[in-house]
């Protein structure tokens, strides 16, 4: 594989850096802790890793309002350890991709503080600001990703300021040019310093409607997430005019050596609409299909979404996957309900499917969400709705790496920032020495992966297959089934020898008369080895 395209057939790893290892006994991971783990992620076999944001901010939407774009969180270290986090994965042939936001910053930013100053200040027209109606109304119906409101008043001024999450990060006018100039040079600082690319947040919702028109009402037809939320959000998020700036990104991630990744949190519900975030092969490089983590964990279900994204995603481009992240449920808990066989059958479509699979902390070990009581939240989410919805604490708490209190992430006595949960139940140490576990189920599929070009790069085509059972082929000569049903059934088009299965015992086993697969049972096989 050439090296600039290394994210194509590469595993990359996804750590959300305040719960992954804690270096200094403060109970918060930090970069160190990374350093601390990347033999464990050689080990593992990941060609890259996304961190969370670990730039400067007052965490009111934990890292996700930025206060200072190119200095770091000092929790988690200095701008000198990014560079040793960078030359030590380095040294390991893993690659680091840092979180990026650039639909909003925190309230606290020099620019925020100085545009709320007067109607005149400098960086007035780099937020999004406007009239509230003559009866003391809102601009518009826009409403908040977080609920209520997406304006504020601000009274030194007398005018609304928009912010599509908290009132605490107000979106940037993406319409003034000195805000795009702004976010170029904040990608150079980091693509400078050796960073592989960048996870964009909300990379589909940048550019707002400049008329700041009405959002359309929900009505029944619409699907359950938008009537949940009251309106179709059309003009404050993925307007057309996000691409020109998707394009100018790539632009400049492309005049580096290697080039640059962009990776896009496409929050956009429809496979569609996510297919577009590729443009002509100079947007996105990879754009996050989250139809297929919102899917019911069926075999219609998934099979469908897959299929869609094949015919979608222009040849240009290139598929990227995950089953958990820090914004949902993770896997064990959402399609698993925590039955490991389920895990198994989740974590074997992740990676085996044709694109990049983006494998969550913890789902490595199956770690389920924790279960959390109101005083030890910290998402603003979870504080403000709690009980229900849930908010996103429970699928952030610390890895779990060992079974002695802490679980390895901290020291012992140490409060951490969350809850660990139950450690002894399932962690890397344990899991490392067995060769049953989960951990070394996720490592060996991966090197599998690595084995055969036709994971890597194969073409994806689906197989004829009996009810409850999804099962396709990738590239000349290997084939995957998965039976996400409580039957035991046959697949009649898959031969050869089973490669690897999610019941370890049966690795190795020639294929007579089409593949046997109990109930949630899932096999990679190898078509070649007749
Ligand atoms: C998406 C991020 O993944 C989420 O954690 C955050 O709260 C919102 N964007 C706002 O930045």
């Keep these: 594989m ?44 990941v060609d890259a890793i ?34 040793a986090l960078i030359a030590e994965a380095t040294a390991r042939d893993i690659k680091v991709v840092l979180d990026v936001v650039p639909n909003h910053r925190s309230d606290r930013h020099p620019w925020f503080i100085d545009a709320r100053s007067s109607l005149s200040s400098l960086h007035r027209d780099w937020y999004v600001w406007a009239d509230p109606k003559p009866d003391g109304s809102r601009p518009n119906n826009w409403l908040s990703a977080f609920g209520g409101p997406a304006w504020t008043l601000d009274p030194r001024t007398g005018q609304c300021y928009l912010h599509n999450f908290l009132p605490e990060q107000p979106d940037l006018n993406w319409w003034n040019p000195a805000v795009r100039d702004a976010f170029d040079d904040i990608y150079r600082f980091w693509f400078d310093r050796g960073v592989a690319g960048f996870r964009i947040d909300v990379a589909h919702g940048i550019v707002k409607d400049r008329e700041l028109r009405d959002n359309p009402v929900a009505t029944k037809d619409d699907p359950a997430w938008v009537r949940a939320h009251g309106q179709r959000s059309v003009y404050n998020v993925e307007r057309p005019e996000v691409h020109d700036v998707l394009r100018r990104w ?9 080039p640059r990744i ?3 949190e496409t929050y956009v519900r429809d496979v569609r609409s996510m297919g577009r975030f590729y443009g002509q092969g100079d947007e996105l490089h990879l754009a996050f299909n989250f139809t297929y983590v919102h899917a019911p964990f069926e075999a219609a279900a998934l099979a469908r979404v897959v299929a869609e994204s094949e015919e979608i995603i222009p040849a240009v481009g290139w598929p990227v996957w995950t089953v958990s992240n820090h914004d949902v449920s993770r896997v064990m808990s959402r399609w698993a309900g925590g039955d490991e066989r389920k895990l198994r059958c989740a ?44 908010g996103r604490d429970p699928e952030r708490t610390p890895m779990h790496w060992g079974s002695e209190p802490g679980g390895g992430f ?42 055969r070009t036709d994971l890597r790069s194969g073409a994806y085509q689906q197989l004829p297959s009996p009810a409850g059972v999804w099962a396709w082929q990738r590239g000349a000569d290997t084939t995957i089934a998965l039976n996400l049903s409580d039957e035991p059934v046959r697949v009649p088009a898959i031969g050869g020898a089973i490669v690897i299965s999610t019941n370890r015992s049966r690795d190795g086993e020639r294929v007579e008369g089409g593949l046997a697969l109990g109930p949630w049972e899932g096999a990679t096989c190898s078509s070649a080895s007749t």
Excluded: H
């Design 410 to 451: 901290t020291n012992v006595g140490v409060r951490p920032w969350l809850p660990t949960g139950d450690v002894a139940a399932r962690n890397v140490a344990d899991q490392r020495r067995d060769p049953s576990s989960t951990l070394r189920f996720v490592r060996d599929l991966i090197a599998v992966r690595r084995q």
């Design 347 to 390: 974590l074997l479509s992740l990676l085996r499917l044709r694109g990049t699979p983006v494998l969550y902390y913890g789902d490595d070990i199956g770690m389920a969400d924790t279960r959390l009581r109101k005083a030890d939240l910290q998402d603003p989410l979870g504080k403000r709705f709690w009980p229900a919805p849930r």
């Design 2 to 45: 050439p090296s600039d395209e290394w994210w194509r057939e590469g595993v990359i790893y996804q750590v959300y850096p305040r719960s992954f290892q804690d270096s200094n006994g403060d109970g918060i991971g930090d970069l160190q802790g990374i350093i601390s783990r990347l033999d464990y992620l050689e080990w593992l076999g």
């Design 262 to 264: 962009l990776l896009g």
């Design 50 to 83: 996304w961190l969370n944001p670990i730039t400067v901010s007052p965490d009111a939407d934990v890292g996700y309002d930025v206060a200072d774009y190119c200095a770091v969180q000092p929790v988690f270290g200095d701008l000198s350890t990014v560079d």
């Design 250 to 258: 790539r632009a400049v991630a492309n005049t580096y050596d290697p």
